[in-house]
C-alpha cells in the first residue's frame, strides 16, 4: 500500500531554483510506502494510478500489485502520472504563506549541508530525531521521520512491528500520522498565542536517516540518499524543561495559553518534558521565564481519548482567565479552522477535525460560562476507579447528545409509520438484553422539559426553557460502572455494531477505522446531517454539566489518575 500527500499548488523547493514554479495544470505530490521509501513526483490531469505504482516498482523495487494509494480517508483510482524527482534536498509540503519562517530556516540548512555540517542524531526518546544546523554548527531544526516513529518500520531504536496507518502508541493516532499533527498544532495557533515553534511537513533527502533490514528489523549502515516524509520544527534554545524546574515562577498567562491549544486539539500528552523553559534575561527579570510548548505528535485523535494535561494541578490552571484570553476564546472558529486544515494538510483524517470542533467548542462554552482552565481540563479528563476508566464528563454529554439523537429518529420513523396507518406492536420480553436502544447498566435517563429552562434555588441557569434537556448529574451516576475494560463491557452486554460502540479492527488498512475499545464515544458513524444535529445538542447539554460542575467541583476530592503520558 502506498499513501499519496498532496500539495494543491506549486511549492517552493529549497536548492533548486527550476523548480520553483510549475505550469498550473500540473501538481507535485509525494508517495510513501508503507516501508517508508518516499518518492517525489509531478502528476499531470491525464495521469493515472498504474502509472504510479509502475514508477514505484521500478525505484524501489517493490510489488505493488495488490496495493492502493490513500490520501488521508480516500482511495486514488484515476487521474495521476508521474515525472523524475527532481528535488532539492529539502522541500516544503504546503505553499501557505505561515511556512515562510521554515523556508527560510530550511535554506539555511542548505547551507550548511553545502559546506559539510551533518545533522546529528537525537539519542533521547523512543523515535527517530535528528538535529539539523545552520553554517555556525548551532541546532536549528529537529526532523522527525514518519516512519521512524514509534512501532514504524524504519524505527532506529528497537521499536518496531507494524506498518504504517496502524494503531499506534495511542490506538487513536496511527502509525506514520504523527508528522501532520504536529504541523496541525502549529496551524491551529493563531497570531503564536501559545509560543508553538514553526513546524512544517517537508521531504527531506540525507543519507543520516536509518533503513531497518526488510527481514529482521534490524538496523544497517547506509550511506545511500534517502528521501523521506517528516515534520521540521524550528529548535528552540532554551534552559531546561518543565519536569526540571519548579512550576511555581510559570506566568499565569502562558499556562493558559498552552491549555487552551491542548484543549482544542485534545492533546493526549502534555507532560513536563515537551514544556520547554526559557529564563528571560535582562534588569528587572529574575526568575521570569517563558514557556514553549513542543511535541504535538499525539494530538487530534480520531476518537476522544483520554488527554494527558501536565498543568491540570498546577495553581496557575485554577486562575480565572483574563479577558483577552477570553476574546481570544470566542473568536475562535472551529470550521473555519477545519477547512484551513484541509487546504494545507489534505491528509487529514475527518475523524481528527470533529475532535478538533467538539473540543472547541466546549472550550468556548465553558470558557463563558465561567469555568477555569483545571475545571474544563478536569471534565475532560477520566477518571480510574481501580483498573478500569469511567467516561469524562465530557464523554458523558456525547453519550447523551447521540441518545437524543437517536430517539429524534425513533421519533420520525414512527410518525412515517403513523401516517401510513400501521399498527405497531410492543413485544414484551422477560430478557431485558434485547432493549437495543442502550446498552448501558443504567438507562441514561431524559427529564421533561419542564425540570428546565428557569433558575433554580442557587440562581442556576439549568437550560433553554422548553428543550428536553437531561439531568447531568443524573447522567453521571447512571453510567458509573461504564468502563473500558474489556470484562466491564461483556458484563454490560455491548454488542460489537451497537450505537456509539461499534468499532472494528482495522488490520493493515488504513483507510478502515480504528478498533473502539480506547473510545467511548464514536464520531465518524455520523453523516453531515446527523453530525449537525449531534451538535445541537451537544451544545443544549452543556449548561446543566457546566452548573454540574460547579456544584461538585465544591469540596471535591482529587481525581484519581494514572501516568498515561507517552514521552518519547
Not at 510 to 523: D, I, M
Amino acid at each position: 500500500m502506498a499513501v499519496a500527500t498532496f500539495k494543491g499548488l506549486p511549492s517552493e523547493c529549497c536548492g533548486n531554483k527550476t523548480m520553483e514554479r510549475k505550469p498550473s495544470g500540473r501538481r507535485r505530490v509525494f508517495v510513501q510506502t508503507e516501508s517508508g521509501c518516499v518518492l517525489g513526483m509531478e502528476l499531470d490531469r491525464s495521469d493515472n494510478a498504474h502509472t504510479v505504482k509502475r514508477k514505484l516498482q521500478v525505484a524501489f523495487n517493490v510489488p505493488t500489485e495488490e496495493s492502493s494509494l490513500i490520501c488521508g480517508d480516500m482511495v486514488l483510482k484515476n487521474d495521476l502520472s508521474v515525472q523524475r524527482d527532481q528535488s532539492g534536498p529539502i522541500e516544503i509540503i504546503g505553499c501557505s504563506d505561515v511556512f515562510s519562517g521554515t523556508k527560510q530556516l530550511a535554506k539555511d540548512i542548505m547551507k550548511a549541508l553545502k559546506v559539510g555540517i551533518e545533522p546529528i542524531p537525537i539519542q533521547s526518546g523512543l523515535g527517530g530525531a535528528y538535529y539539523f544546523r545552520n553554517c555556525h554548527g548551532d541546532n536549528v531544526a529537529i526532523v522527525k521521520p514518519t516512519d521512524e516513529e514509534p512501532y514504524a518500520p524504519n524505527n532506529p531504536k528497537g521499536f518496531v512491528g507494524k506498518a504504517l496507518g496502524q494503531p499506534g502508541l495511542k490506538r487513536s493516532v496511527r502509525v506514520g500520522e504523527t508528522g501532520f499533527r504536529e504541523v496541525a498544532a502549529y496551524l491551529l495557533d493563531h497570531d503564536h498565542f501559545a509560543n508553538v515553534p514553526s513546524t512544517a511537513l517537508v521531504k527531506v533527502t540525507h543519507s543520516i536517516f536509518n533503513v531497518n533490514d526488510r527481514v529482521n528489523g534490524s538496523m544497517h549502515p547506509n550511506k545511500k540518499q534517502i528521501s523521506k516524509i517528516a515534520s521540521l520544527q524550528q529548535y528552540i534554545p532554551h534552559d531546561f524543561d518543565a519536569s526540571d524546574h519548579g512550576t511555581s515562577s510559570f506566568p499565569v498567562a502562558a499556562v493558559h495559553r498552552i491549555g487552551i491549544l491542548d484543549i482544542r486539539i485534545l492533546n493526549t500528552d502534555r507532560h513536563a518534558g515537551n514544556l520547554l523553559v526559557r529564563k528571560l534575561e535582562g534588569f528587572g527579570r529574575f526568575d521570569q521565564v517563558e514557556l514553549f510548548p513542543i511535541d504535538h505528535g499525539l494530538c487530534l485523535p480520531e476518537n476522544l481519548e483520554d488527554p494527558y494535561f501536565e498543568w491540570i494541578h498546577w495553581p496557575q490552571a485554577s486562575i480565572p482567565f483574563s479577558d483577552d484570553e477570553l476574546k481570544y476564546i470566542s473568536h475562535l472558529d472551529p470550521f473555519r479552522d477545519s477547512e484551513m486544515l484541509r487546504m494545507e494538510l489534505p491528509m487529514i483524517r475527518e475523524a481528527c477535525l470533529r475532535v478538533l470542533v467538539l473540543c472547541t467548542l466546549f472550550l468556548k462554552e465553558a470558557a463563558a460560562f465561567g469555568l477555569c482552565l483545571a475545571e474544563i481540563g478536569d471534565m475532560m479528563s477520566r477518571e480510574f476507579q481501580g483498573h478500569d476508566e469511567e467516561p469524562s464528563e465530557l464523554e458523558l454529554i456525547c453519550i447523551e447528545a447521540k441518545k437524543l439523537l437517536d430517539q429524534e429518529e425513533c421519533s420520525y420513523f414512527e410518525a412515517e409509520v403513523g401516517d401510513k396507518d400501521v399498527t405497531l406492536f410492543h413485544l414484551d420480553s422477560e430478557n431485558q438484553d434485547l432493549d437495543f436502544t442502550t446498552n448501558i447498566e443504567e438507562k441514561l435517563t431524559v427529564f421533561p422539559p419542564s425540570q428546565f429552562g428557569a433558575k433554580n434555588g442557587n440562581d442556576e441557569y439549568t437550560g433553554p426553557e422548553g428543550n428536553c434537556v437531561p439531568n447531568i448529574s443524573n447522567l453521571s451516576v447512571s453510567v458509573k460502572n461504564t468502563r473500558i475494560g474489556e470484562k466491564s463491557w461483556q458484563q454490560l452486554g455491548v454488542k460489537q455494531k451497537s450505537g456509539f460502540l461499534a468499532g472494528t479492527s482495522s488490520g493493515n488498512t488504513s483507510v478502515n477505522e480504528l478498533p473502539a475499545s480506547s473510545s467511548f464515544v464514536k464520531l465518524t458513524d455520523m453523516n453531515e446531517e446527523k453530525w449537525n444535529q449531534f451538535l445541537e445538542n451537544f451544545h443544549r447539554l452543556l449548561i446543566p454539566a457546566f452548573n454540574n460542575c460547579k456544584r461538585w467541583n465544591v469540596g471535591k476530592r482529587q481525581r484519581q489518575r494514572l501516568g498515561t503520558s507517552c514521552q518519547f
